[in-house]
């Protein structure tokens, strides 16, 4: 993910607060899947893989609007 320019603190949070929804409503539907008599494992499989990919874009964020502390 890439932010041309300088980094804009509230889109940044905004973002951040978007994905984090989505992460947790990803979490929620697959343990409804899970639970289901009938078990979709293709479409477990690729909500796992979106939440994964999720928290790869989470993090990032993270570390851009944290900054290194140099000890």
Do not use: C, V
């Amino acid at each position: 993910m890439n932010f041309p320019g300088p980094i804009n603190t509230e889109e940044l949070q905004r973002k951040l607060a978007d994905l984090r929804a989505e992460h947790r409503d990803l979490d929620d539907a697959i343990a409804a899947l899970a639970e289901q008599p009938h078990l979709n494992l293709i479409q477990i499989q690729r909500m796992k893989k979106r939440k994964l990919a999720l928290k790869d874009q989470i993090t990032k964020i993270e570390n851009l609007l944290i900054p290194d502390i140099i000890a």
